[in-house]
């Protein structure tokens, strides 16, 4: 039997299941992303009570997932379990053609904000992140914003997605000069084969009090082995409507064979491998599943309990390590230099 861990999210006292039930296969029929939103209410359901009784509290949907349908099936999933439950939801992306309805601007804030609370059928939101970035609204106004519906109470709790590392650094330090509540949350995309953030967003996050959401751990199906890397576009997965990952076919196949070997010794499968090596890189790493089938969602969440060998993680962090960038490879020299003084 699966016991699922527990951190806190960032620097808040907000405490959440390790694995996150992601909500961006629910639908009630949207053609929104064909072969990705296909999730209807029954199934969806199922998959919530699954993942309540095997100890997960925290779900992660969007106000952009199949327009909104996600958010309203997690919010009729919960009915009378609002308690158990802490709720993410992400707000930022376009909803319809008029010109203010997207970006992080007070007006659509406010709106988004609205809508998510009565598509959940809550009265509050654990954690709201914002979902992109935007570059032409003043960062000003879109802190100021949140604050607002922190006070009123409608947020709890706030953090980013898909933002770089310098423009968190900015919005935290101008929420610090202004006493405001802090981003304690960052959802950014990673996994063995895609591992940008490690250059700057993870120690940003580290020393901000930022933690992790990892969303695609398994790098949109790449990972589980079921893809052919030669013939992804003949696949019927995510991966054929676009690579977005952006990996060498080199670097995955190496990534892939560290999987299947630790996957043989752990007698797991080669996704589960994947899961726990974000769970097993650092205490507050939490990982975003998303599933299509109940049996998906129970391999998944059974990837709590493995603990991978320090050789296993080597082999892992090796297989597709991101090439070192100046000033980093500048800065590991330095301290390789000043060690080396002081040992001398």
Sequence with gaps: MTEMTYTRMGN???VVSRLALGTMTFTHGSDWIPGVAKVGLQDAQRMVDVALDGGINFFDAADGYSNGEAEDILGQTLKGKRNEAVICTKLGFRQNDRINNAGLSRG????SVDGCLKRLNTDWID???????DFTTPMEE???TLQNVIDAGKVRHIGVSNWPAWKVAQAVQFQRDNNMSQFVAGQYLYNAVGRDIEMDVLRMGEELGLGLMAWSPLAGGLLTGKYDLNKLEDSDGRLAEGDFLQVSKEQAQIALDALSSAAEVHDA???QIAQAWILNKRRDHTVIIGASKLSQLETAISAANITLSADEMAA???AAAPGRRYPEWFDDMMKDELFAKVLA
């Design 269 to 271: 499968t080669q996704a």
């Design 316 to 318: 892992l962090d090796a």
């Design 12 to 14: 808040s006292g907000l």
């Design 142 to 144: 879109t802190l100021s």
């Design 108 to 111: 659509h804030i406010l709106s």
């Design 127 to 133: 954690l709201l992140v914002l979902h992109k970035t």
